[in-house]
T-cell receptor, first 115, second 114 residues
């Protein structure tokens, strides 16, 4: 079964550094998402992306965050200047469509640790 | 705004016992509801979904959930727990206008003992 793959599985970075989290969505999917889960807290929506632009973003997704689909396969999340509170598990997801018959498929996540 | 509340952050059951994980939702419109499971070091996997068809929804691994509008609930059940069911379970809700942006609950960790 096709999978969403995320790299790296664990990233450690220093506060203030830029970090890029990478995802390869399922190949025929058109909608892409980032969610994050701070340890012990809820999984939270960050952003959705369709047709090469952001379709929706949460209040968490401020100017420090950006997403890009640089080629036909990768989908990246960049954090420009990391803060301690950015430490979390970041999940990429993709779906074939936007509606109930197109569920989200999640990757295994990237654990980001900001020191 | 939509939300879900999962009662009980940890549930422990014996192998072979009934599993009941509770989820209550709040939504101003008829919602779409989902249960996801997360095994250790893995991503979220869809167990089942409710999308305004049958109120009793059957999912993978023997799980099912019943949508009860009067109780605003969508509890997850399984008649007989297996050791392999030990995982974290998340209830989620979305706006029927778009099933893509999910609002998750805080999760319930299921422990299965011998």
């Amino acid at each position: 079964e096709p999978e969403v793959t995320q790299t790296p599985s664990h990233q450690v970075t220093q506060m203030g550094q830029e970090v890029i989290l990478r995802c390869v969505p399922i190949s025929n999917h058109l909608y892409f998402y980032w969610y994050r889960q701070i340890l012990g807290q809820k999984v939270e929506f960050l952003v959705s992306f369709y047709n090469n632009e952001i379709s929706e973003k949460s209040e968490i997704f401020d100017d420090q965050f950006s997403v890009e689909r640089p080629d036909g396969s990768n989908f990246t999340l960049k954090i420009r200047s990391t803060k301690l509170e950015d430490s979390a598990m970041y999940f990429c997801a993709s779906s074939a469509g936007q509606f109930y018959n197109s569920p989200l498929h999640f990757g295994n996540g990237t654990r980001l640790t900001v020191t | 705004a939509q939300s879900v509340t999962q009662l009980g952050s940890h549930v422990s059951v014996s192998e072979g016992a009934l599993v009941l994980l509770r989820c209550n939702y709040s939504s101003s419109v008829p919602p779409y509801l989902f249960w996801y499971v997360q095994y250790p070091n893995q991503g979220l996997q869809l167990l089942l979904k409710y999308t305004s068809a049958a109120t009793l929804v059957k999912g993978i691994n023997g799980f099912e959930a019943e949508f009860k509008k009067s109780e605003t609930s969508f509890h997850l059940t399984k008649p007989s727990a297996h050791m392999r069911d030990a995982a974290e379970y998340f209830c989620a809700v979305s706006d029927p206008g778009t099933a893509s942006k999910l609002t998750f609950g805080t999760g319930t960790r299921l422990q299965v003992t011998l």
